[in-house]
């Protein structure tokens, strides 16, 4: 996975605050691209002290997530709240079955192919 260097975010979304520099970093996914690339996509899903999940996504400036600035697409950087169902559905895209054990445990649905 290639290293993004993370400026830490704080942000305040529906009278609520979401900070990469105090909330526990659960998981991070990138689509493989080095982070100096205008194509690099990066995400890491954290977890408050409450308990409330939240993505930081950086998107660089050729990818469907890039903002628009004066006509031009350039990176963004975003802080994006998260149900729990939508922390377990990105866990799942990603593979992790380790994070849906340890946080969603009574949502594990068994592969009835699997021995």
Known sequence: ???IKLIYMKRKIKGKIYNTG???KVAEWSNGIKPNDSRCIYRAIYRTKCGRWFMYQYAGAKTEHA???KKLKV???TII???GNK????FKKWNRLDL???YFPKRIELNPNHQ
Request: without cysteine; proline residues 9%; glycine residues 0%.
């Open 1 to 3: 996975m290639p290293a």
């Open 22 to 24: 105090k909330d526990f």
């Open 67 to 69: 903002e628009v600035d």
């Open 75 to 77: 990176e963004s950087e």
């Open 81 to 83: 709240p998260l149900t």
């Open 87 to 90: 922390a377990l559905q990105y």
């Open 100 to 102: 849906i054990n340890r």
